[in-house]
Structures are given as structure tokens and as C-alpha cells.
């Protein structure tokens, strides 16, 4: 795998699939989501980058999901 990855490091393999394990993939549909929904909001201008990722930032620190409302 590490190959694959082209990382060197048998331990940065070993750290990133320990992250990777704590996240369901629901979870990180939701955040890519998310992040897909703040993205839009700048370059839509709907809302300053500074803004955007205040509030992105607030939902992801949330415990429970925030449904998208942008």
C-alpha cells in the first residue's frame, strides 16, 4: 500500500488509515458536502470567504449534522 500511495514511510501509512478509520463514509460525504456547498456560496458570492468559512467551520464542530441550508 505504501507504494501505491508513493509515501515512504510505513508509519504515515499506519497514522493515515487510523484517521481514516474513525470516519464513516456517510460522515465524510456529508463534509465533502459541506465543503461543496461553502465553495459555491463564495464563488456565488453569496457570502464573504471569511463568512463562509466561519460558518462552515461552526458546522463542523457541531456533534450532531447540520442539514445543508445554504
Not at 484517521?19 to 460525504?29: D, H
Not at 463564495?42 to 464573504?48: D, G, V
Request: glycine share 2%; aromatic share 6%.
Amino acid at each position: 500500500m505504501r507504494q501505491r500511495l508513493g509515501v515512504a514511510s510505513e508509519y504515515v501509512v499506519k497514522k493515515t488509515l487510523e484517521q481514516a478509520a474513525r470516519y464513516s463514509m456517510p460522515r465524510i460525504k456529508q463534509v465533502y458536502q459541506q465543503l461543496l456547498d461553502t465553495d459555491i456560496a463564495i464563488k456565488t458570492s453569496k457570502y464573504s470567504e471569511e463568512l463562509a468559512l466561519n460558518i462552515l467551520i461552526a458546522e463542523l464542530c457541531q456533534r450532531t449534522p447540520v442539514t445543508a441550508q445554504r
